[in-house]
Protein backbone atom coordinates (compact mmCIF):
# COMPACT_ATOMS: atom_id res chain seq x y z
CA UNK A 1 0.00 0.00 0.00
CA UNK A 2 0.97 3.27 -0.68
CA UNK A 3 1.95 6.05 1.71
CA UNK A 4 0.19 9.61 1.57
CA UNK A 5 2.36 12.09 2.67
CA UNK A 6 0.87 15.27 4.22
CA UNK A 7 -1.60 16.00 7.13
CA UNK A 8 -4.23 13.11 7.93
CA UNK A 9 -6.56 11.65 9.76
CA UNK A 10 -5.63 7.80 10.97
CA UNK A 11 -7.45 5.01 13.24
CA UNK A 12 -4.81 3.38 14.97
CA UNK A 13 -4.38 -0.23 15.34
CA UNK A 14 -1.64 -0.40 17.30
CA UNK A 15 0.83 1.32 19.54
CA UNK A 16 4.14 0.82 20.68
CA UNK A 17 6.62 3.20 23.02
CA UNK A 18 9.64 1.83 23.03
CA UNK A 19 12.74 3.53 25.54
CA UNK A 20 16.21 4.00 23.78
CA UNK A 21 19.89 4.86 25.58
CA UNK A 22 22.46 5.61 22.93
CA UNK A 23 25.47 7.54 23.76
CA UNK A 24 26.00 11.35 22.37
CA UNK A 25 29.05 13.41 22.88
CA UNK A 26 30.50 11.61 26.03
CA UNK A 27 26.52 11.63 27.00
CA UNK A 28 24.14 9.04 27.84
CA UNK A 29 20.88 10.28 26.11
CA UNK A 30 17.62 8.31 26.68
CA UNK A 31 14.61 8.57 24.00
CA UNK A 32 11.35 7.02 23.42
CA UNK A 33 9.83 6.53 20.38
CA UNK A 34 6.48 6.08 19.53
CA UNK A 35 5.57 3.34 16.24
CA UNK A 36 2.41 2.85 15.07
CA UNK A 37 -0.19 0.55 12.76
CA UNK A 38 -2.86 2.37 11.55
CA UNK A 39 -6.13 0.85 9.84
CA UNK A 40 -5.45 2.73 6.57
CA UNK A 41 -2.33 2.11 5.72
CA UNK A 42 -2.86 -1.74 7.24
CA UNK A 43 -0.16 -4.15 8.56
CA UNK A 44 2.32 -3.92 6.43
CA UNK A 45 3.01 -0.34 7.36
CA UNK A 46 4.57 0.73 10.51
CA UNK A 47 4.65 4.35 11.06
CA UNK A 48 7.48 6.48 13.50
CA UNK A 49 8.10 8.84 15.16
CA UNK A 50 8.78 10.44 19.03
CA UNK A 51 7.03 9.96 22.48
CA UNK A 52 5.08 12.66 23.46
CA UNK A 53 2.33 13.93 26.15
CA UNK A 54 -0.24 13.43 23.03
CA UNK A 55 0.95 9.88 22.46
CA UNK A 56 1.09 8.49 25.13
CA UNK A 57 -2.46 8.37 25.46
CA UNK A 58 -2.95 7.31 22.11
CA UNK A 59 -5.52 4.41 22.60
CA UNK A 60 -5.59 1.66 20.11
CA UNK A 61 -8.81 2.48 17.98
CA UNK A 62 -8.35 6.24 18.39
CA UNK A 63 -8.46 8.57 15.58
CA UNK A 64 -6.14 10.94 15.05
CA UNK A 65 -4.71 13.60 13.12
CA UNK A 66 -0.97 13.40 11.91
CA UNK A 67 1.54 15.23 9.24
CA UNK A 68 3.26 11.48 7.65
CA UNK A 69 6.70 12.22 6.04
CA UNK A 70 8.50 9.40 4.03
CA UNK A 71 12.21 9.76 4.74
CA UNK A 72 13.69 7.07 2.44
CA UNK A 73 12.41 3.33 3.41
CA UNK A 74 10.88 4.85 6.48
CA UNK A 75 7.39 6.47 7.47
CA UNK A 76 7.29 9.06 10.13
CA UNK A 77 4.90 10.98 11.85
CA UNK A 78 4.51 14.17 14.02
CA UNK A 79 1.55 15.46 15.54
CA UNK A 80 0.88 18.53 14.19
CA UNK A 81 1.10 21.65 16.06
CA UNK A 82 -1.61 22.41 17.99
CA UNK A 83 -1.23 25.82 19.01
CA UNK A 84 -1.02 26.80 14.82
CA UNK A 85 -3.84 24.42 14.58
CA UNK A 86 -5.92 26.46 16.99
CA UNK A 87 -4.61 29.74 15.76
CA UNK A 88 -5.60 28.90 12.29
CA UNK A 89 -9.39 27.57 13.15
CA UNK A 90 -9.63 30.78 15.61
CA UNK A 91 -8.61 33.05 12.28
CA UNK A 92 -11.12 31.05 10.16
CA UNK A 93 -14.23 31.67 12.89
CA UNK A 94 -12.81 35.80 12.88
CA UNK A 95 -13.16 36.16 9.32
CA UNK A 96 -16.65 34.89 9.57
CA UNK A 97 -17.90 36.76 12.46
CA UNK A 98 -16.61 39.85 10.49
CA UNK A 99 -18.51 38.52 7.20
CA UNK A 100 -22.10 38.46 9.29
CA UNK A 101 -21.21 41.84 11.29
CA UNK A 102 -21.13 43.14 7.31
CA UNK A 103 -23.77 41.41 6.12
CA UNK A 104 -25.90 43.41 9.14
CA UNK A 105 -24.71 46.32 8.42
CA UNK A 106 -25.74 45.91 4.69
CA UNK A 107 -29.09 44.81 6.27
CA UNK A 108 -29.33 47.99 8.62
CA UNK A 109 -29.30 45.75 11.76
CA UNK A 110 -26.97 46.73 13.95
CA UNK A 111 -24.35 44.00 14.80
CA UNK A 112 -23.24 42.57 17.90
CA UNK A 113 -20.26 44.03 19.58
CA UNK A 114 -17.02 41.44 19.42
Partial sequence: MEVQEGLQEVTLTLI????RTYEKDGEEQTVVNCSIK??????????????????YGW????????????????VNFKAPNQEKKLKEELDAKDEYIKKLQAQAAEAGVEPLPF
Avoid: A, C, P
Avoid at 40 to 53: A, C, T
Fill in 16 to 19: SHKK
Fill in 38 to 55: TEEYGDEVWIGGWESDTT
Fill in 59 to 74: RVGQMVELELEIKGDF
